[in-house]
């Protein structure tokens, strides 16, 4: 293997590390002030609210509307990526258009989605909860420009989300994801 292509082959690792976990890129590779988000989701296996936290149930189904959004942006590169406003707002909105779009720039494919497979949320505020869900990523093929495929380096991955909602004079009363980050491998 020359020089050139193990440069080549590195870059596509660290792209891809970045496209997958998005927690790892550096804020060079980002737009100020965003430092991670995630993939992309678009259905689940099981998920919970309580009778105490109704709005459990609303928080877990924009995340799902969330992943679903992102994942029709990744497999249709003609869709605008403002679609995704209607599920989320501030950084996490940011962090995955600007990943979309990086991904498109790069001439990446991706074909299948990555699915909620469990998700939970919690109250943190009467406008705010934080919804846990573990992720597969297993039915997603990525290929580079030439057509390669790009090994994803997890399988399945735990994404915490902070859904909030829009609560105030002039605003719409929707939740919208407006942070995430990826914890770990579950």
């Known amino acids: 293997m020359t020089n050139k ?3 080549a082959a590195g870059a596509a690792a660290t792209m891809l590390t970045c496209w997958v976990t998005l927690s790892a890129c550096s804020d060079a590779q980002a737009p100020e002030g965003i430092t991670s988000s995630s993939s992309s989701s678009s259905s689940s296996s099981s ?3 309580t009778p105490s936290n109704p709005d459990g149930a609303r928080a877990i189904a ?3 509307s969330y992943e679903k959004t992102t994942n029709e942006l990744r497999l249709n590169p003609s869709l605008p990526t403002g679609e995704l406003g209607a599920y989320a707002t501030g950084q996490a909105y940011r962090q995955r258009t600007f990943d979309i779009r990086r991904s498109r720039e790069r001439g990446e494919q991706q074909r299948g989605g990555v699915k909620v ?3 939970d949320a919690s109250r943190r505020s009467a406008t705010s909860q934080q919804v846990v869900a573990c992720t597969d990523l297993t039915g997603i093929t990525v290929t580079d420009r030439n057509g390669k495929e790009i090994d994803l380096p997890h ?4 994404r915490i989300y ?4 829009s609560d105030g004079a002039g605003q719409d009363g929707k939740w919208r994801v407006t942070a995430e980050k990826v914890k770990e491998t579950c």
């Open 5 to 7: 292509h193990r440069v």
């Open 47 to 49: 998920s919970s609210s």
């Open 62 to 64: 924009v995340v799902k």
């Open 117 to 119: 497979v469990e998700a």
């Open 155 to 158: 399988e399945h991955l735990e």
């Open 162 to 165: 902070t859904v909030s909602k």
